[in-house]
């Protein structure tokens, strides 16, 4: 148990609806990111939170937008939902400094059919 | 730009010796990690690197030469469930930034 918790686990929607994927970090850990992994594909960084303040931002879609609330949990929508979009979306926690290995929750599966 | 590049996948045999190569180019550098992933599940960590060198642990190695951007991760006395895939990533600025990863696959 890696102590980083995502819900849900798995989401089935239809597409052009919106979802939110939640993440608690570690405790402890004041920064998150989230990541996207399509099918048989690599990690695709989308987002950074260090302490509630976006850090940095990958290739993420502007239909999806991030947040990280004062309790340190993050929030990912993810809007207009296309096939594409399925995948696994991981949310990761460090303590911060990025010589810090990334503790990783189990993953939130959204399918869009 | 960020890039990292890795072997797509692997073979070995149950007991071998496998080495997993990952090159990068990254604009900055704090430090080089190696990840599991069995399939439909998170990453968890194996190693890291921030000086070059090797670093032991148990069955797995991995090796960091910073002037080449070059790094490996050594499985010794492979195990059938060692068969996943294994990602290369590396950390700059506030960023950490993935490899492709490499499906290794271990025969009896």
């Known amino acids: 148990d890696s102590g980083v918790t995502q819900t849900p686990k798995h989401l089935i929607t239809a597409t052009g609806q919106r979802v939110t994927l939640r993440c608690s970090p570690r405790?402890?850990?004041?920064?998150v990111y989230w990541y996207q992994q399509s099918l048989d594909q690599g990690l695709q960084f989308l987002i950074q939170?260090?302490?509630?303040?976006?850090?940095a931002k990958g290739n993420i879609l502007e239909r999806f937008s991030a947040q990280q609330f004062p309790d340190l949990h993050s929030e990912l929508n993810l809007s207009s939902l296309e096939l594409g979009d399925s995948a696994l979306y991981f949310c990761?926690?460090?303590?911060?400094?990025?010589?810090?290995?990334?503790?990783f929750g189990e993953g939130s599966r959204l399918t869009v059919l | 730009g960020q890039n990292i590049d890795q072997p797509t996948e692997m073979t070995a045999t149950e007991g071998a010796i496998v080495q997993i190569n990952c090159t990068y180019q990254?604009?900055?550098?704090?430090?080089l990690f190696w990840y599991q992933q069995h399939a439909g599940e998170a990453p968890t960590f194996l190693s890291y690197?921030?000086?070059?060198g090797l670093e032991e642990k148990g069955r797995f190695s991995s090796f960091l030469s910073r002037s080449k951007g070059y790094s490996y991760l050594l499985l010794k006395e492979l195990q059938m469930k060692d068969s996943a895939s294994y990602l290369c990533?590396?950390?700059?600025?506030?960023?950490?930034?993935f490899g492709p990863g490499t499906r290794l696959s271990v025969l009896p």
């Open positions: 990533a590396v950390s700059y600025g506030q960023n950490f930034v």
């Open positions: 690197n921030v000086l070059d």
């Open positions: 405790s402890g850990d004041l920064s």
């Open positions: 990254t604009s900055g550098f704090n430090g």
């Open positions: 990761a926690s460090s303590v911060g400094a990025p010589t810090g290995e990334l503790f």
């Open positions: 939170y260090y302490n509630g303040e976006e850090r």
